[in-house]
């Protein structure tokens, strides 16, 4: 435990920074209101209709392009999961390739090669590209979390009869969700953020549509104004869906599950409380 000194040296640490943070927001500020972009005429397009039915449109691609990536990545990436920790070693081969090419190759580029090569519509170009990299990733994210469960109760459950399907399914692979289930909400975040690569191939998403109001605005760069709507937005996506990851966590933790595992053993000789 910290001594007097220390908790006195560590609260000027946290006023100094808490100024500097301060500070900094001031200075932002003071350079938006001297550049006038909190000035009526810049803001006054978004009164308009056409924009706001604009912004929504996009905003609603944004969620069907992610909402598509977000439920094919996790299928993709128990799929090649469950081929990493096979035990037929043509399959592991063949998914362990897969997992480190798709996971190596750029997202940009996949997307380009899909929508230009392969010629296929933008969205579908778009989720598949997110799908092929976000469920790449989150092989190894799940590969992890079931090698990070404790080899006694895979031993236990092998022991009772169940095949390894039963094993993996009832016993490895809830756990190992409910341990790296942070790391797959931010490796979705990834995802959602990335969908803004769709105005690069002409898909009407979110950034797409702040780029069209941007090109028709009546005044030069820097679109401010624009920014300060669009990333708010894309903030509180990000922000909802990590809140319903810890609200999920804290579920889970609180289930017979989590409670039945986290239970203490009797003693040896002793009997369990309904007396059976």
Same mark, same amino acid.
């Given at each position: 435990m910290p001594g007097p000194r220390t908790r006195v040296r560590h609260r000027l640490y946290g006023v100094v920074s808490t100024a500097a943070i301060v500070a900094l927001l001031g200075w932002v500020l003071h350079l938006l209101f001297a550049t006038g972009q909190f000035s009526a005429t810049k803001w006054r397009p978004f009164e308009y209709r056409g924009i706001q039915e604009l912004l929504l449109r996009g905003l609603g691609n944004t969620l069907v392009a992610f909402g598509c990536a977000a439920v094919l990545s996790l299928v993709l990436g128990g799929v090649l999961a469950c081929g990493r920790l096979s035990a037929?070693?043509? $399959? %592991?081969?063949? /998914?362990? /390739?897969? $997992?480190?090419?798709? %996971? /190596?190759?750029p997202v940009l580029v996949m997307i380009f090669f899909i929508f230009v090569a392969l010629q296929v519509r933008a969205l579908p170009a778009l989720v598949a590209g997110l799908t092929l990299y976000n469920g790449s990733v989150l092989a190894e994210v799940l590969r992890t979390g079931v090698n990070s469960v404790e080899r006694g109760q895979r031993e236990a459950a092998y022991a009772l009869g169940m095949r390894k399907t039963q094993v993996m399914t009832y016993v490895l692979v809830p756990q190992a969700v409910r341990a790296m289930l942070p790391t797959i909400i931010s490796q979705l975040v990834v995802a959602l953020k990335d969908t803004s690569l769709g105005y690069l191939i002409t898909y009407e998403e979110f950034l797409h549509a702040g780029k069209l109001i941007a090109s028709n605005l009546d005044y030069d760069l820097p679109f401010i104004p624009v920014v300060m709507v &669009?990333?708010? &937005?894309? &903030?509180? @996506?990000? @922000? $909802?869906?990590?809140w319903f990851a810890h609200r999920l966590a804290g %579920?889970? %933790?609180r289930g017979p599950g989590a409670r039945a595992m986290g239970a203490v053993p009797a003693a040896p000789g002793t009997l369990p409380p309904d007396g059976r």
């Open positions: 037929h070693r043509p $399959v %592991r081969w063949l /998914a362990t /390739a897969l $997992v480190e090419f798709f %996971r /190596a190759m &669009i990333s708010p &937005i894309y &903030i509180g @996506m990000c @922000m $909802v869906l990590s %579920r889970q %933790r």
